[in-house]
């Protein structure tokens, strides 16, 4: 298997807060993305090149309370609290051929879900936890177009992605079993922390 980084996922209270404050920081607008009915989100997107995304995710105030605990951690205890300070890089999701259920441990069981138009299988841990704290990828396979297929060129690019964790080692193995290729940086830190370097048409910016 040969994984490739597919998206990063900010997340915020709420959905304009978020894209408010991710057009702010990188001087360029945001995509309109759409809801997700099985975990009671939305979110729009933004382009980093032909082959990778951003997206701003949200609980979405108008769909009714989900069955299961919501993905990406937004509902796991402390998530909603660390948001209080602002939206933030929370996750991120790797790419890879085919993704069969269940899902690799410990990324999560296998999903299929959709968005409209797009179709795509995704690891999610049934506890809606992130796994490794955020610095463990979520495993994406889409069955459609990936979304940077369609959405506008943004001019903006990643150039790295670093992730902090008390086990550097643990999460190095784990890369590599994916065979990860990309721009991916792991490091010692006391605890789960993710930071993207990106450039834009105004410079480099540190999500």
Known sequence: MTATLDH???AARTLDEGRAW??????????PGGEHALFGTHNALLSLGPAAYLEVIAVNPAAPA?????????DTPGTQERLEDGPLLLHWVAR???LGSPGPA???EALE??????????????????PGGGVIPSLIAWHTPPPPTRLPDAGVRLLTLRLGTPDPDGLRAMLDRLALAGEV???EAPQPELAATLETPDGLVTL
């Open 106 to 108: 410990p990324h999560g």
């Open 113 to 130: 879900l959709s968005r409209g138009e797009n179709r795509w299988t995704l690891s999610v841990p049934a506890d809606g936890s992130l």
């Open 66 to 74: 989900p069955a299961r605990p919501r993905w990406f951690g937004l």
């Open 8 to 10: 990063l996922v900010i």
């Open 96 to 98: 890879v051929p085919a």
């Open 22 to 31: 991710l057009e702010g920081r990188l001087g360029v607008p945001t995509q």
């Open 185 to 187: 940086e792991v490091y």
